[in-house]
């Protein structure tokens, strides 16, 4: 039977350890701040980005890889008889698996494109189940099987503190931003059927935090959570309190916290706070 490698983006929130265990090839994704070109996990860290963000004359731009990076790893890969299982973000942030798609095409290596749906530590979350199962001996079709089920059993809420990014990357007009700004109005968003949902808007912190405890509570009530992820851009306080409202509930629960990458920062902003977690 073939080796199965994976492949997955950069906006996917593994860890260090967890790429090297898993063997995972990551292909990145690239912002250009200011004229200048950083490629994600290369040249630019996630924690390095926000201040490069705020200081920007402009909003940053991003990118999705392009297609020759796929085809070159899908071809490296393949090279010993292996196939590829390519993960990746969902379509309807990134074109991103449009390119993967297209190399796939390209390559002679046998190639699997699968949209996660999702991003981020979600996407990790389907990820390492993926690689549990290849490394068990399942194939790429048990492995999508596996993905789907935590894609069912995921959950990703995202807290917008401003709405400064969305309106200069144009996905909300400037007057509406405006007016938005002078009520200081907060919003939450879910992830789910791979798009975004508005599910909350309000005035103020207040507001974000009414919406924090409900989602804590349903954790609650909820099937048992295996997994957790907070990821940000540069909102500690946040954070902190995020974090302390999951233990108050799992207290033994490992949750990855982490920055964000900048491709999902630029879009969300600074002081955007995400909860991502799956269920039994």
């Known amino acids: ?32 701040i200011d004229g200048t070109v950083y ?41 010993d008889g292996s196939e590829v299982l390519c993960v990746t973000m969902m379509a309807s942030i990134s074109g991103t698996v449009h390119a993967a798609e297209q190399a796939a095409a ?23 189940e993926a690689a549990k199962v290849i490394e068990k001996g399942g194939s790429v079709n048990d492995a999508i099987k596996r993905m789907k089920y935590v894609l069912d059993h995921s959950k990703l809420y995202l ?25 200081n109005i907060k919003i939450m968003l879910q ?23 409900r989602i804590i509570e349903e954790m609650k009530q909820g099937p048992k959570v295996v997994a ?6 540069a909102a500690d306080s946040e954070v902190a309190r995020l974090k302390d409202k999951v233990h108050s509930i799992y207290p033994n629960l490992n949750i990855v916290v982490r920055e964000t990458v900048p491709i999902i920062a630029t ?4 002081g955007a706070c995400c909860l991502l977690y799956y269920t039994e």
Not at 12 to 18: C, P, Q, R, V
Not at 106 to 128: E, P
Not at 191 to 210: E, N, P, S, T
Not at 228 to 233: E, H, P, Q, R, Y
Request: aromatic letters at 6%.
């Open 1 to 32: 039977m073939a080796k199965i490698k994976i492949v997955c983006d950069s906006s996917a929130g593994l860890t260090d350890e967890e790429i090297k265990k898993y063997d995972i090839t990551i292909i990145p994704l690239s912002v250009m």
């Open 39 to 79: 490629i994600e996990r290369e040249t630019i860290t996630n924690d390095q980005f926000p201040k490069m963000m705020q200081e920007a004359h402009s909003l940053p731009k991003t990118s999705q890889p392009p297609i020759g990076k796929f085809v070159d790893a899908f071809d490296k890969l393949g090279a």
């Open 106 to 128: 390209l390559t002679k290596t046998k190639v699997t494109v699968y949209d996660s749906q999702t991003t981020d530590r979600g996407m990790a979350f389907q990820i390492i």
């Open 159 to 183: 807290a917008i503190d401003t709405l400064d990014n969305l309106v200069a990357g144009g996905r909300i007009n400037k007057f509406a931003g405006g007016l938005s700004k002078m009520l």
């Open 191 to 213: 992830v789910y059927g791979g798009q975004i949902h508005i599910i909350m808007k309000g005035r103020g912190k207040k507001a974000l935090h009414k919406e924090w405890d």
């Open 228 to 233: 957790a992820g907070i990821s940000d851009v």
């Open 267 to 270: 879009h969300t902003g600074m």
